[in-house]
């Protein structure tokens, strides 16, 4: 690719999706939803932030396309878009920098 070349909306989704996941609270929010749905009040006690910075983070979670909620009375519960997001945090796992090669199946 050129770098005068605008990026495809792939690329874009791509870049999104990554910069979702590039912060400590909202890695921690994808690592819970892992286990299954959790209620907007239970990410709140696990991020230990105030409610409108776990709103932020769930909206850009939301709008990247790594989370979908769902609004239960006047509760709003969160789950993982996809449930390969796991096996794509196992592989990242793996890139470490002492790593000389992937030592599973998980790059094939």
Do not use: W
Not at 30 to 42: F, Q, R, W, Y
Not at 45 to 55: F, H, I, R, Y
Not at 56 to 85: D, F, P
């Amino acid at each position: 690719m050129q770098l005068t070349q605008m990026p495809s909306a792939t690329l874009r989704q791509r870049v999104a999706v990554m910069k979702a996941l590039a912060h400590p609270s909202r890695m921690l929010i994808a690592e819970t939803l892992m286990s299954g749905e959790k209620c907007v009040c239970d990410l709140q006690a696990l991020v230990g932030a105030d409610m409108s910075t776990v709103s932020k983070h769930l909206t850009l979670m939301r709008q990247a396309g790594v989370l979908v909620c769902e609004k239960r009375g006047l509760n709003i519960y969160y789950r993982l878009a996809c449930s390969c997001l796991g096996t794509f945090l196992r592989c990242l796992d793996e890139l470490t920098p002492n790593m000389e090669s992937c030592r599973s199946s998980c790059c094939d």
